[in-house]
C-alpha cells in the first residue's frame, strides 16, 4: 500500500527538503552504487565502501535497494564487499559457492582482483566454481567427478591447473588445457597471478 504522505519515498516532507548536491536521501537511495560513488566521493568512508561494491561487480544495485531483492549470488558479493571494508588480519578463510554466477566478463575480472586482493593480504580463498576463467587462476584445485549427481563426488584430480590439466579422466583438465596452452583468450587479458603460499581453490 503506498503511503499517502510520502508517496513511497519512506521520509517526511522535512527530511526530503533536506538536499545534498541537489538531491535528496530519497533520490540516493534510487541511484545505483556507480551513479553515487561521484556524488559522494569527497566522503571517503562512504566512497570506499562504494568503490568496494563496484570492484565484486554491484555497480548496478540501487543504493536502497531491499534485500529481499537481491539474488543468492549478489548477496554473496555484498557480504564479500562488507569483508573487504574491514580491517585485515590475514588469517580468515573465505568459502564462496560460485561467485561469478550471473556476472558479465568485466565484472569477473573485477571480482578476480578483489580475490587476488584477499589473498595477497594473507587470506585463503576457497571457490566452488565451473567458470574455467576462474579455475584457471587458482593455486590448486580440486576436481569432483567424474560426472555431476550421483556419478560424480570422487576425487578425480589434485593439482595446479598444469598438473590437473595433466589429468586424462579429468573433464575440467580436458577443458583447461587449451587455455593453459594459450589457444583460447584469455578473460580480457587478465592472467593468473597465481601465489605459492596462498590459495584460491
Known sequence: VLCDVCRGARYNRETLSVKYKGKSIADLLDTT???ALPLL?????IKQKLQTLLDVGLGYIKLGQAATTLSGGEAQRIK???ELSKRATGRTIYILDEPTTGLH???VHKLLDVLQRLVSLGNTVIVIEHNLDVIK???Y???LGPEGGSHGGRLVAAGTPEEVARTR???TGHALKPLLNGHAAPLNGHTSSRRKSKKIA
Open 169 to 171: 579422466k579429468s573433464h
Open 33 to 35: 552504487v556507480e551513479e
Open 141 to 143: 584445485i580440486i576436481d
Open 105 to 107: 566478463f568485466a565484472d
Open 137 to 139: 587462476t587458482a593455486d
Open 80 to 82: 564479500l564487499a562488507k
Open 41 to 45: 566521493e569527497n566522503i571517503p568512508q
